[in-house]
Protein backbone atom coordinates (compact mmCIF):
# COMPACT_ATOMS: atom_id res chain seq x y z
CA UNK A 1 0.00 0.00 0.00
CA UNK A 2 3.06 2.60 1.04
CA UNK A 3 4.54 1.80 -2.24
CA UNK A 4 1.59 2.00 -4.72
CA UNK A 5 1.41 5.75 -2.52
CA UNK A 6 4.73 7.01 -3.29
CA UNK A 7 4.43 5.67 -6.82
CA UNK A 8 0.68 7.43 -6.96
CA UNK A 9 2.37 11.05 -5.60
CA UNK A 10 5.76 10.90 -8.00
CA UNK A 11 3.36 10.13 -11.17
CA UNK A 12 0.78 12.81 -10.21
CA UNK A 13 4.02 15.26 -9.50
CA UNK A 14 5.84 14.48 -13.15
CA UNK A 15 2.33 15.05 -14.58
CA UNK A 16 2.18 18.31 -13.31
CA UNK A 17 5.74 18.77 -15.20
CA UNK A 18 5.37 21.23 -18.73
CA UNK A 19 7.03 19.29 -21.83
CA UNK A 20 7.97 22.68 -23.29
CA UNK A 21 8.74 26.11 -21.70
CA UNK A 22 10.05 29.03 -24.05
CA UNK A 23 12.40 31.11 -22.00
CA UNK A 24 12.75 35.09 -23.18
CA UNK A 25 15.69 36.38 -21.64
CA UNK A 26 17.41 40.26 -21.76
CA UNK A 27 20.89 41.57 -19.91
CA UNK A 28 22.30 44.73 -20.42
CA UNK A 29 24.36 47.58 -18.45
CA UNK A 30 24.31 51.23 -18.07
CA UNK A 31 27.37 52.11 -19.83
CA UNK A 32 29.89 48.89 -20.65
CA UNK A 33 31.09 47.87 -18.64
CA UNK A 34 28.72 49.81 -15.99
CA UNK A 35 25.78 48.40 -13.95
CA UNK A 36 24.00 45.22 -14.96
CA UNK A 37 20.52 44.03 -14.60
CA UNK A 38 18.57 41.26 -16.23
CA UNK A 39 15.14 40.66 -16.92
CA UNK A 40 13.75 36.98 -18.04
CA UNK A 41 10.23 35.67 -19.03
CA UNK A 42 9.35 32.18 -18.89
CA UNK A 43 6.13 31.16 -21.23
CA UNK A 44 4.40 27.64 -21.93
CA UNK A 45 4.35 26.63 -25.71
CA UNK A 46 1.61 27.76 -25.91
CA UNK A 47 2.48 31.42 -24.84
CA UNK A 48 1.13 31.59 -21.02
CA UNK A 49 3.03 33.52 -18.72
CA UNK A 50 4.47 30.93 -16.30
CA UNK A 51 6.98 33.41 -14.19
CA UNK A 52 8.42 36.72 -14.80
CA UNK A 53 11.89 37.62 -13.09
CA UNK A 54 14.14 40.60 -12.79
CA UNK A 55 16.96 42.08 -10.37
CA UNK A 56 20.32 43.86 -10.67
CA UNK A 57 23.34 41.89 -10.86
CA UNK A 58 26.20 44.67 -9.93
CA UNK A 59 29.47 45.94 -12.64
CA UNK A 60 29.46 43.94 -15.52
CA UNK A 61 29.63 44.14 -19.51
CA UNK A 62 26.65 43.72 -22.03
CA UNK A 63 27.70 40.41 -22.95
CA UNK A 64 28.00 39.22 -19.28
CA UNK A 65 24.75 40.32 -18.42
CA UNK A 66 23.18 38.33 -21.70
CA UNK A 67 25.02 35.13 -20.10
CA UNK A 68 23.53 36.11 -16.84
CA UNK A 69 20.04 36.39 -17.49
CA UNK A 70 19.84 33.00 -19.87
CA UNK A 71 21.63 31.53 -16.71
CA UNK A 72 19.01 32.61 -14.38
CA UNK A 73 16.48 31.36 -16.62
CA UNK A 74 17.88 28.30 -16.87
CA UNK A 75 17.74 27.58 -13.00
CA UNK A 76 13.66 29.21 -13.22
CA UNK A 77 13.02 26.85 -15.98
CA UNK A 78 13.83 23.96 -13.66
CA UNK A 79 10.89 24.71 -11.61
CA UNK A 80 8.77 23.58 -14.56
CA UNK A 81 10.31 21.26 -16.68
CA UNK A 82 13.43 18.96 -17.11
CA UNK A 83 12.33 18.28 -20.67
CA UNK A 84 12.51 21.11 -23.46
CA UNK A 85 13.92 24.36 -23.27
CA UNK A 86 13.75 26.85 -26.02
CA UNK A 87 16.23 29.83 -25.56
CA UNK A 88 15.40 33.42 -27.11
CA UNK A 89 17.69 36.57 -27.11
CA UNK A 90 18.36 39.21 -29.11
CA UNK A 91 22.51 38.78 -28.20
CA UNK A 92 23.26 37.13 -31.68
CA UNK A 93 26.96 36.77 -30.34
CA UNK A 94 25.44 34.65 -27.19
CA UNK A 95 23.56 32.92 -29.64
CA UNK A 96 26.13 31.83 -31.61
CA UNK A 97 28.87 30.80 -29.23
CA UNK A 98 25.96 28.56 -27.23
CA UNK A 99 25.56 27.18 -30.98
CA UNK A 100 29.34 26.72 -31.27
CA UNK A 101 29.15 29.11 -34.28
CA UNK A 102 31.53 31.69 -32.60
CA UNK A 103 34.28 30.81 -30.54
CA UNK A 104 35.39 31.85 -26.99
CA UNK A 105 38.16 34.13 -27.19
CA UNK A 106 37.04 35.79 -23.74
CA UNK A 107 37.64 33.97 -20.31
CA UNK A 108 35.39 35.47 -18.40
CA UNK A 109 32.52 34.25 -20.95
CA UNK A 110 33.98 31.19 -21.37
CA UNK A 111 33.44 30.85 -17.76
CA UNK A 112 29.58 31.91 -17.96
CA UNK A 113 29.32 29.37 -20.97
CA UNK A 114 30.74 27.00 -18.87
CA UNK A 115 27.65 27.31 -16.32
CA UNK A 116 25.32 27.45 -19.05
CA UNK A 117 26.29 24.18 -20.06
CA UNK A 118 26.23 22.98 -16.98
CA UNK A 119 22.58 23.80 -16.54
CA UNK A 120 21.64 22.32 -19.69
CA UNK A 121 22.28 18.88 -18.61
CA UNK A 122 19.10 19.20 -16.32
CA UNK A 123 17.51 19.16 -18.96
CA UNK A 124 16.77 16.57 -22.14
CA UNK A 125 16.59 19.41 -25.11
CA UNK A 126 17.59 22.88 -24.72
CA UNK A 127 18.18 25.41 -28.27
CA UNK A 128 19.09 28.70 -27.95
CA UNK A 129 17.42 30.96 -31.24
CA UNK A 130 18.51 34.55 -32.14
CA UNK A 131 15.47 37.18 -31.90
CA UNK A 132 14.78 41.04 -32.93
CA UNK A 133 14.77 43.23 -29.97
CA UNK A 134 11.33 43.74 -31.24
CA UNK A 135 9.96 40.73 -30.25
CA UNK A 136 6.94 41.03 -27.80
CA UNK A 137 8.74 38.46 -25.10
CA UNK A 138 11.76 40.21 -25.49
CA UNK A 139 10.44 43.89 -25.18
CA UNK A 140 8.85 42.33 -22.23
CA UNK A 141 12.22 41.72 -20.55
CA UNK A 142 14.10 44.30 -21.36
CA UNK A 143 11.34 46.28 -19.84
CA UNK A 144 11.74 44.22 -16.26
CA UNK A 145 16.01 44.54 -16.56
CA UNK A 146 15.10 48.77 -16.59
CA UNK A 147 12.54 48.33 -13.61
CA UNK A 148 15.26 46.36 -11.50
CA UNK A 149 17.57 49.59 -12.70
CA UNK A 150 14.90 51.75 -11.17
CA UNK A 151 14.77 49.90 -8.04
CA UNK A 152 11.56 47.71 -8.88
CA UNK A 153 13.03 43.82 -9.26
CA UNK A 154 10.05 41.23 -10.11
CA UNK A 155 9.97 37.70 -9.02
CA UNK A 156 6.47 36.35 -9.75
CA UNK A 157 4.57 33.50 -11.27
CA UNK A 158 1.90 33.47 -13.20
CA UNK A 159 0.03 35.82 -15.46
CA UNK A 160 0.19 38.47 -12.10
Same mark, same amino acid.
Given at each position: ?6 S ?12 H ?25 E ?11 ? @?? !???R ?7 R? +?E?C *???T $?????C???S ?27 L??M??DV?? @?? !? ?11 ? +??N? *???? $?????Q?N?
Open positions: MKMKMLLIATNKSSNRINVNLFTDGGCRGNPGPGAIGVILCSHNNVLHRFSECIG @QT !TNNAEYNAIIG +LL *AKY $RRKVTYSDELVVKQLNGVFRLKNDALRKLFLEVERKAFDTF @QH !TRKNNQRVKEADK +LLQ *AFEG $RPIDKGQ
